[in-house]
T-cell receptor, first 111, second 115 residues
């Protein structure tokens, strides 16, 4: 089962780059890695998804090493509004199709 | 995209009552997922549908939990004989395609409180 492990919390100053790593040692061959942001009393919001190497979009980058046993979400120049819980989600194979969120990383951005 | 819609947003009920939640996915999405989230934890996968077919339900928490998606559009999650431990946020998500590798888009959930 592709369980995930993340740091419980992180603090960062405004304007800094933040890197959050997720471990998923038992990731299956066909599993994708997806990162979400969640604010209190809201559902998770999609940030970025990848399978291997590096993916970049307008808000974040995702780095996945060759063995795919971990992934790192990179948020450039965070602002106060980036204070939230960040989850990685592993899953989506054609067989099994079960999805596992970790306990998430609570990011606090400090002015 | 109008987004995933869940109704009601909040439900308060007495222990032992049955409750039903509704989820309206993004219109062109084939897949629909249900999760449960308790305070301080990540969402916990319960079940999912590919169109009207429920393809995974082994992680439904007990036989008191059931879900339907009769016409492949909206879905309902029912909890019978509710217990205190059922208090949680129930999240619905939807995605495109049939591979399960497309990003899931979540609604803002139904918060259930059992008195």
């Amino acid at each position: 089962l592709a369980k995930t492990t993340q740091p419980i919390s992180m603090d960062s100053y405004e304007g800094q780059e933040v890197n959050i790593t997720c471990s998923h040692n038992n990731i299956a061959t066909n599993d994708y890695i997806t990162w979400y942001q969640q604010f209190p009393s809201q559902g998770p919001r999609f940030i970025i998804q990848g399978y291997k190497t590096k993916v970049t979009n307008e808000v974040a980058s995702l780095f996945i090493p060759a063995d795919r046993k971990s992934s790192t979400l990179s948020l450039p120049r965070v602002s106060l509004s980036d204070t939230a819980v960040y989850y990685c989600l592993v899953g989506g194979t054609n067989t099994g199709n079960q999805f596992y969120f970790g306990t998430g990383t609570s990011l606090t951005v400090i002015p | 995209d109008t987004g995933v819609s869940q109704d009601p947003r909040h439900k308060i009920t007495k222990r032992g009552q049955n409750v039903t939640f509704r989820c309206d996915p993004i219109s062109e999405h084939n897949r629909l997922y249900w999760y449960r989230q308790t305070l301080g934890q990540g969402p916990e996968f319960l079940t999912y549908f590919q169109n009207e077919a429920q393809l995974e339900k082994s992680r439904l928490l007990s036989d008191r939990f059931s879900a339907e998606r009769p016409k492949g559009s909206f879905s309902t999650l029912e909890i019978q004989r509710t217990e205190q431990g059922d208090s949680a946020m129930y999240l619905c998500a939807s995605s495109r395609g049939s591979s399960g590798n497309q990003p899931q888009h979540f609604g803002d959930g139904t918060r259930l409180s059992i008195l």
